[in-house]
């Protein structure tokens, strides 16, 4: 029986000096190696009394467990990883930290990984965390139109699942029916339809659109909320005004001049981020153009920044800590909310000084 061994409670965490092992742990709480293992897959049941004596020895041998053994027992890491192109990105940051509070009050580690825009690197990450059993996997940002990736998400979402963990995805949408991942999403494309409606309600009738993204999510509903505000008004969308680029300051600075450079009138440029406005904002002031006195403008986010500039930038709220929060609460309790599985978050045009002066 377990509980007829004889241990010396004062032995060394291992007879050879080294880190200590099932076996250790199993001697000094006085039961089999299978039964450690039992306790530590969580996958068996255990008697109270036995399953605390284990957990003693192993705080008494400071026993760390191996995580390909845990994953070989079938139970999760008590990990939550979080998947992002640039946490340097004031947005990403801020979600960030709501993934990372949700998952301290789960107490759950949160494990940070980025992979710089490129979508090959995303899998690679979303296929490391499978192995090592992280019991969510957040990927957050706008996911590309390409079918390969998408297969390839939509085989770790199910690998995943299989695993007992889960794919969450933030500000993407979802990859369809029967696919089991948590979809945590915000009004993108009714928040960009706001914008553009507040400006042309303003009285603006060219506005330009700085930093479309052809093939990103995010960029394609931000676009179609720009276009569909047009066309509920009867207006005419001229298709020189909205520029490529990417999401960054550099490239809104960049675009901004280029704009301005090449002749095409306007009164109001919507900004794909709020970073890209914060670009368009100094080349603007460079160029000599008051804003908004001579040309309004607006970003989508609403990050600190968007505060800080002068003047104070218009801009679409999206709630960023609480779609962290939300993302890992969801995965976490699936079981207890299976309904809920798919969120979307509402967004709101906050008005600043960068859009108030009326056109004249």
Known sequence: ????????????????????????????????ASTVSRVLGGTYPVAKAT?????????????????HARALGGSTNKTVAFVVDDVTGPFYAYIARGVEEQASAESRLCMLCTTHGDPQRVLAVVETMREQRADAVIVVGGAWDDKAYHDRMTHFAHALDRAGSRLVLIGRPPLGPGVPATVVD?????????MTTHLLSSGHRRVAYLGRVPGLSTSSQRISGFTRAHEMLGLELDP??????????????????????????????????????????????EAGVRVPDDIALAGYDDIPTAIDVCPTLTTVHVPSEELGRTAVRLALHREEFPERQHQVLGTHVVIRESTRRPVR
Request: aromatic content about 8%; glycine content about 10%.
């Open 186 to 194: 915000y009004d993108n494309e009714g928040g960009a339809f706001a």
């Open 51 to 67: 399953r605390a004596r284990v957990l003693k020895a192993m705080r008494e041998l400071d026993y760390v467990v191996n995580a």
């Open 240 to 285: 020189k005004l909205i520029v490529d680029g990417i999401f960054t300051r550099s490239f809104g600075y960049r675009g901004m001049r280029e704009l301005l450079a090449s002749g095409l009138e306007f009164s109001a440029v919507f900004a794909g981020t709020d970073m890209v406005a914060a670009g368009a904002l100094q080349a603007l002031r």
């Open 1 to 32: 029986m377990e509980g007829s061994k004889t241990v010396d409670k004062n032995a060394a965490a291992s007879p050879h000096g080294d880190a200590s092992t099932v076996r250790d742990v199993a001697a000094r709480a006085g039961v089999s």
